[in-house]
C-alpha cells in the first residue's frame, strides 16, 4: 500500500499530497558530502504554488530597450532599465572579459540564504536575453536558431516566422501557439506536422484546410471536427472536389467580417463533439495534457519523450524529475527537482534557474553552464566547479562548508524550497505567472510580490488607423500600411504591420488583424485547458478519470477508448 502524506499548502491552505514515490525522488537527489546525505525534505507548498512560483521567474515577452553595462550600447533585454541589475548583451555576458568568479562572497552564517542570494545577482551581470545562433532575430527571446523571425519566443529551428509562441521546426508560419513542424500556417494552436492550415487547433498531418479540430491526416477540409484522414468535407460532411471549392469561394474567406463570424460558428458546431479527455499520443500510464510519448508521467502539460517525472511543464526528454518548468532538449534532464529552465545534459540539479549544457551537482544557482558542477549559491560561473556564492574553494573545502549552510538553511526554513517570489529579478506582471495564475496589483502587493507600471512605447508613425476602418480584405490595403499605426480594437493599444507580415497576408489572401500581437496570443492561450486535473467520469461509459476539463465546463469529454470509438 502506497505510504501518502496529505498535508495543507503553506500558502494558499489547499490539501496536497506528498506520496511514496515523491520521497523515493527526494532521497535519490538530496546530495551527499563526505559521505552523508544532507535530506531534502518534503515541500510545503501544494504543486500548483510551487509552479506560480517558479513561473514568476520566467519573463519571456516583455522585452525592453536598455543600455549594455559592458559595452555601452543598446540593446534589448528582459530586464528594464530600472531593475537594480548589471545586465549585459548576449555577446558581452559569453564573452571572456569579464570574470564571474570576482563577485565572490563568504556566507554570513548570521543572515539567511536568500537576500545574500539576492546580493549576489544584483552583482553579477545578467543575461539579456536567452538566444543563440539566430539571423536577423533581434526581437525574440528564449529561441535559438532562427532566421528572420520576429517577435517569436520559446522557440527553435525556425524560419520566416512570426507573433508566435513555442514553435519548433517550422517555416513562414504567423500567430501559433505550441506548434511544430508547420508551414504556410496561421491562427493554430498545438498543431503538428501541418501545411497551409489555418484557425485550427489540436491537429496534426494536416494541410490545405481552415477551422479544424482534433483532426488527423485531412486535407482540404473546413469547420471539421474529429475526422480521420478525410478529404473535402465541410463541417463533417463529405462533397466533391467541385462542390467543396464552390462553397468555399461563397465564403468569402478573404474577408474579415466574413472570417469572424465563421469562427464563431465554428466554436459552436464543434459544441456538439466529444473530446479525448485529454489530447496527445503515445502515452502508457501518465496524467495531464498535451503529451507525447510518455510513461509513467503524473501531473505534467506539454510535455513529449519524458519518462517517470511529476509536475514537469513545457519540457521534452525528462527522466526522474519533479517540479521543473521548460527545457529539457535531446540530450535531456535526469534526477532533477524544483527547478525553472533547465536543459541540456542536466543532471543532480535542484532549486535553481537557467542551468545549461552538461551541468550537474549544483543548487540553488542561476545561469551556471557549460560543464560547471557541485556549485551551491552560485550564479553566472562557467566551466567551473566546488564555488559557493561564487567564490572558489577546494574540493575538502567545499565538501565541509556546505552540510553547514544547509544546516543553517533548515534552521531559517530555506533548505527545500526554490528561491521565493519576493526575490525573482521580475514583478509578477511581467512573468508567465500572470498567465497562467492571473491576479489583481492589489493581490500581488498584500503578497508583498513586486509590480510593475509597464510603460509600452507607442510606435512613431505617419498616421494611425483605427482597426474598424480597416480595409476588409488584404487586396484593398496598400504599401503604405507599413509606415502607420493600428489602434487594437481590444485593447486600445497601437501596433504595426511590418513589411515581412503583409508579403504573408498578401500570399495567403487573409485580411489584415484588428488586435494587437499580445492579445492575438491571449486569446491563444485561453484556447489551451488550463494546467489542472480534476476527477470526473467519461460521459459515455462513466469510467473514471483525470482530465483538464472541469466537471461544469460544457464540452463533451470521453476517455482514450470511447472517444477512438467515436472517431475511427
Known sequence: MMDMSIRPCRLCQAMFEVDEEDLHLYEEISPTFNGKKELIPPPTLCPSCRSQRRLAWRNERTLYKRTCDASRKSTLSVFSPDKPFKVYSVEQWYGDAWDPKSYGRDFDFNRPFFPQFRELMEAVPQLALSVTNNQNSDYVNQAGWLKNCYL??????????????????????????????LELCYECVFCRNSYNLRYSQQCENCSDSWFLKNCVGCRNCFGCMNLRNKEFHIYNQK???????????????????????LREQFVAFAQ??????????????STGNYLWNTQNCRNCYEIQECQDCKHVVNSRFMKRVHDTTVFGSQKGVEYC???????????NVAFSDQIWTGVSNVYYSKLCLQSSHDLFGSMGLRHSSYCILNKQYTKEEYENLVPRIIEHMRKTGEWGEFFPIEISPFAYNETLASVHFPM?????????WKWKDIQVEEPKVDQIVEASDLPETIAEVSDDIVNSAVRCEKSGRLFKIIKQELDFYRQQNLPLPHVH?????????????PRT???????????????????????????????LNEVY
Open 152 to 181: 517569436i519566443f520559446e522557440a527553435d529551428f525556425a524560419e520566416n516566422c512570426m507573433y508566435s509562441h513555442h514553435i519548433v521546426d517550422s517555416r513562414s508560419t504567423l500567430d501559433v501557439l505550441q506548434a511544430s513542424s
Open 239 to 261: 462533397y466533391s472536389e467541385d462542390e467543396y471549392r464552390e462553397k468555399l469561394a461563397s465564403m468569402h474567406l478573404d474577408s474579415y467580417s466574413a472570417l469572424k463570424v
Open 272 to 285: 456538439q463533439f466529444p473530446n479525448q479527455y485529454y489530447y496527445g499520443t503515445q502515452n502508457e500510464n
Open 337 to 347: 527537482y524544483e527547478n525553472h529552465e533547465i536543459g541540456d545534459a542536466v543532471r
Open 440 to 448: 489583481e496589483q492589489k493581490e500581488v502587493d498584500a503578497r508583498g
Open 517 to 529: 500581437p499580445d492579445e492575438r496570443h491571449l486569446e491563444r492561450v485561453a484556447l489551451r485547458n
Open 533 to 563: 486535473l480534476y476527477a470526473r467520469t467519461c460521459m459515455k461509459c462513466q469510467k473514471p478519470i483525470e482530465t483538464t476539463y472541469a466537471p461544469d465546463r460544457s464540452e463533451i469529454v470521453h476517455c482514450e477508448e470511447c472517444y
